[in-house]
T-cell receptor, first 114, second 120 residues
Framework: DGGITQSPKYLFRKEGQNVTLSCEQN?????MYWYRQDPGQGLRLIYY???????QKGDIAEGYSVSREKKESFPLTVTSAQKNPTAFYLC?????????????FGSGTRLTVV | AQSVTQLGSHVSVSEGALVLLRCNYS??????LFWYVQYPNQGLQLLLK??????LVKGINGFEAEFKKSETSFHLTKPSAHMSDAAEYFC??????????????????FGQGTILTVHP
């Protein structure tokens, strides 16, 4: 079955470390997105990519980095510059509009700084 | 920029009662609108979406939503709540823009979420 796989499900990071969250999709979607979820704040866009080798900053990109070397993969690195990284991170992908437009979400990665 | 407002961060209903979750968007041009449901420590599941076709949209699990342009609203309803409906619900809007290749994509803007509690 097609879908989005995020790994790991739980991740613990020491202060000062960089960590990378994995997101893989086999839906043949062109666009991929990373969102951060905090209680009471909904979901906020970190980065998005509409095509391979291209990506744009979202609303809260500071302290994060991404790459899009393959259509199927959009990993997110949480760097030591992110001052408050503890959160639930969701990856999503989508078709272009007018072609069964909609977003599919992964099951998320919960990152905790220890 | 698009903004989405969900009125009420917590809604509590009795089993069998009407569920009404409120959502308003800010764009003057009607965007694509979505309702998602999230269970603890899981991703988001699409309940329904409005894409400029019928204004009354039916979704999964007995939910429906009505798009009202004059009120810039897209409220979610279900006639009779079940215990299994207890979850967090998110309204989202997507403004579409064309990229260099002429393809339309949209970034989803989410409301802050409404936690639905269902009492026996």
């Amino acid at each position: 079955d097609g879908g989005i796989t995020q790994s790991p499900k739980y991740l613990f990071r020491k202060e000062g470390q960089n960590v990378t969250l994995s997101c893989e999709q086999n839906l043949n979607h062109d666009a991929m997105y990373w969102y951060r979820q905090d209680p009471g704040q909904g979901l906020r866009l970190i980065y998005y990519s509409q095509i391979v080798n291209d990506f744009q900053k979202g609303d809260i990109a500071e302290g994060y980095s991404v790459s899009r070397e393959k259509k199927e993969s959009f990993p997110l690195t949480v760097t030591s510059a992110q001052k408050n990284p503890t959160a639930f991170y969701l990856c999503a992908s989508s078709y272009p509009a007018g072609a069964g437009y909609g977003y599919t979400f992964g099951s998320g990665t919960r990152l905790t700084v220890v | 920029a698009q903004s989405v407002t969900q009125l009420g961060s917590h809604v509590s209903v009795s089993e069998g009662a009407l569920v009404l979750l409120r959502c308003n968007y800010s764009s003057s041009v009607p965007p694509y609108l979505f309702w998602y449901v999230q269970y603890p420590n899981q991703g988001l599941q699409l309940l329904l979406k409005y894409t400029s076709a019928a204004t009354l949209v039916k979704g999964i699990n007995g939910f429906e939503a009505e798009f009202k342009k004059s009120e810039t609203s897209f409220h979610l309803t279900k006639p009779s709540a079940h215990m299994s409906d207890a979850a967090e619900y998110f309204c989202a809007a997507a403004d579409l823009k064309r990229n260099a290749g002429g393809t339309s994509y949209g970034k989803l803007t989410f409301g802050q979420g409404t936690i639905l509690t269902v009492h026996p």
